[in-house]
T-cell receptor, first 112, second 112 residues
Framework: DAGITQSPRHKVTETGTPVTLRCHQT?????MYWYRQDPGHGLRLIHY???????DKGEVSDGYSVSRSKTEDFLLTLESATSSQTSVYFC???????????FGEGSWLTVV | GENVEQHPSTLSVQEGDSAVIKCTYS??????FPWYKQELGKRPQLIID?????GEKKDQRIAVTLNKTAKHFSLHITETQPEDSAVYFC???????????FGTGTRLTIIP
């Protein structure tokens, strides 16, 4: 499981509040990803990172920002949470030369 | 970008029978095709994968076939068991750009 931990695992927040999810990995993997999972949509890529301070947008990046100041940490921020961002968020990593993607345990976010 | 379509969205089979899940992809540059199994409330777990230079791969009761010309690949599960009940996701990736695109998932139910 590539030593991936996500925090918090569960969170309920109010509309309009900022939320930050943290992904921490211990395997020194170069690539890190944030996906969201919703019924009928599978896993959709939000943002990804290919190194420290190197990030790029995925297919559903609107309303989200990311930062990676250290190899081991990849943060996902919802600047102003909306109900449409209620979802399960998965962090994933790939080591350089891959190709296997390893997932964290998920973070369940509810925006009320 | 890559687009992956997965069918069927739900599948019920009698215990002991075979199950087949099919996916198509759009980007001819994709060269890596993993399959993930996700049990309720858990993270997706890799069960088998195949690279574009191979047409078929088998691991005990699970096999994956790839048709590069038609741009489709399939998961075959033989002698199904109750513990095979889960949601299965296919994915496609161009290892060169490190982005993995998922299908929308198939909920497989094994009927005892």
């Amino acid at each position: 499981d590539a030593g991936i931990t996500q925090s918090p695992r569960h969170k309920v927040t109010e509309t309009g509040t900022p939320v930050t999810l943290r992904c921490h990995q211990t395997e020194n993997h170069r690539y890190m990803y944030w996906y969201r999972q919703d019924p009928g949509h599978g896993l959709r890529l939000i943002h990804y990172s290919y190194g420290v301070k190197d990030t790029d947008k995925g297919e559903v990046s609107d309303g989200y920002s990311v930062s990676r100041s250290k190899t081991e940490d990849f943060l996902l921020t919802l600047e102003s949470a909306t109900s449409s961002q209620t979802s399960v968020y998965f962090c994933a990593t790939v080591r350089t030369g891959g190709p296997v993607i390893y997932f964290g345990e998920g973070s369940w976010l509810t925006v009320v | 970008g890559e687009n992956v379509e997965q069918h069927p969205s739900t599948l019920s089979v009698q215990e002991g029978d075979s199950a087949v899940i099919k996916c198509t992809y759009s980007d001819s540059a994709s060269n890596y095709f993993p399959w993930y199994k996700q049990e309720l409330g858990k993270r997706p777990q890799l069960i088998i994968d195949i690279r574009s230079n191979v047409g078929e791969k088998k691991d005990q009761r699970i096999a994956v076939t790839l048709n590069k010309t038609a741009k489709h690949f399939s998961l075959h599960i033989t002698e199904t068991q109750p513990e095979d009940s889960a949601v299965y996701f296919c994915a496609a990736r161009n290892i060169g750009n490190e982005k993995l695109t998922f299908g929308t998932g198939t909920r497989l139910t094994i009927i005892p």
